[in-house]
Structures are given as C-alpha cells and as structure tokens.
T-cell receptor, first 114, second 113 residues
Framework: NAGVMQNPRHLVRRRGQEARLRCSPVKGHSHVYWYRQLPEEGLKFMVYLQKENIIDESGMPKERFSAEFPKEGPSILRIQQVVRGDSAAYFC????????????FGQGTRLTVV | DAKTTQPTSMDCAEGRAANLPCNHS???????VYWYRQIHSQGPQYIIH???NNETNEMASLIITEDRKSSTLILPHATLRDTAVYYCIVRVATGASGSRLTFGEGTQLTVNP
C-alpha cells in the first residue's frame, strides 16, 4: 500500500469546477486501475490503463470523466464540471503486470463537491 | 467472473481465530479465489489467493473445499486492527492481458476486546 501515492488526499470542489486526481504507481509498475467508492457503498471499477493506453474503460461514466497514464508522470483521473453525486473516494491501484495478484492500492482521494 | 456470497457481518473476540466464509458455487475451473480487506477509509489490501489447494501466508490461511464451491479465510489470532470489510472475489488470473477485480459487499468483521 505504501508504494502507490495518490494526491491530493482530500479535494473540495464547487459544482461545475474540474477535479484532477493524481496517482503515482509503485516504481516499475506499468498497469494502473481506478476505482470509485461512493459513501456507504462498495468499490466500483472505473478504468484500467497501461502506459499511454486505455485498456478497459467499461466502468467510466460516458461524460465528464477521463483518464490518462502518460509515458512520463502519474496517472490522472479528470472529472469535468463536477456535480454533488461525484463526491466519493477514488482509489488507484498499480501492478507490474495485468494480473491483479500483485496489485497495491493507494490511500485514495476523497472528493467533496459543495 | 463467478458471483460470491458472504455474510454481511461477523464478530470475533480478540486473540481468537476469525473464520470468514465465502460461497462461490458457480466458480469455473480456471477461476481463482482472492481475498482483500478494507480497513475503514483506507485503500483495499491484498490478503491471499488460491486456486484449489489450501494456502497460507503471514497474514492468513485460505481453505478451499474440494469441490471449490466455497472457501474460508482464517485469521489465526485476530487483533483489533483486523477490524475491516473482507472481500472474497473469484476471477480468472489473466496475467499480462489484464483484468479487474469486481468487489461485492463483503463481510464487516469486528474484532472485540
């Protein structure tokens, strides 16, 4: 867990603003997963990325949400024009391969939309 | 991925073994059983996984029935810090092709002093 760094840990945005969530994977890990956890609910898969490629985005809302994992730098989850329903904890996990056995989760970013 | 059924909540006394059951009656031959836990407000933590043999590591033991339709996660000496939601997940270990884990509702384990 300690290896995956997410920032910020807490983010407050007003309705209509943009939220950018960053995830730095464990050094050497080229696979990143994003999950969302709404209050009092379970973890829901959003997107799976490898360096510079989106592999599976079947859990991403069709509008306002996007993700990237550039060749250099952290993975970014971007939410445009945030609404109150976007308030949640967003977790990132990384693994050295596509298999999930060795995946480690970060501590999450808690987004609050006011 | 096969569906799993877990009790909503369980209690355990500190120092005693915690046995968390999971039913996965529709599991197929190439699907593994994974266990993760989430301590309040933290990111999920990998515990253990197995295919058909029992497994043990420094955190826990995993007992899988011979027909593979159910399994039990055992925390041999539960501590207060083991209080968490425990998720049982079954999926194919796809290796390099990649896949995600589907988290269900899990079992809220509360370890009491």
């Amino acid at each position: 867990n300690a290896g995956v760094m997410q920032n910020p840990r807490h983010l407050v945005r007003r309705r209509g603003q943009e939220a950018r969530l960053r995830c730095s994977p464990v050094k050497g890990h080229s696979h990143v997963y994003w999950y969302r956890q709404l209050p009092e609910e379970g973890l829901k898969f959003m997107v799976y990325l490898q360096k510079e490629n989106i592999i599976d985005e079947s859990g991403m809302p069709k509008e306002r949400f996007s993700a990237e994992f550039p060749k250099e730098g952290p993975s970014i989850l971007r939410i445009q024009q945030v609404v109150r329903g976007d308030s949640a904890a967003y977790f990132c996990a990384s693994s050295p391969t596509g298999g999930f056995t060795e995946a480690f989760f970060g501590q999450g970013t808690r987004l609050t939309v006011v | 991925d096969a569906k799993t059924t877990q009790p909503t909540s369980m209690d355990c006394a500190e120092g005693r073994a915690a046995n968390l059951p999971c039913n996965h009656s529709t599991i197929s031959g190439n699907e593994y059983v994974y266990w993760y836990r989430q301590i309040h407000s933290q990111g999920p933590q990998y515990i253990i996984h197995g295919l058909k043999n029992n497994e043990t590591n420094e955190m826990a033991s995993l007992i899988i029935t011979e027909d593979r339709k159910s399994s039990t996660l055992i925390l041999p000496h539960a501590t207060l810090r083991d209080t968490a939601v425990y998720y049982c997940i079954v999926r194919v270990a796809t290796g390099a092709s990649g896949s995600r884990l589907t988290f269900g509702e899990g079992t809220q384990l509360t370890v009491n002093p």
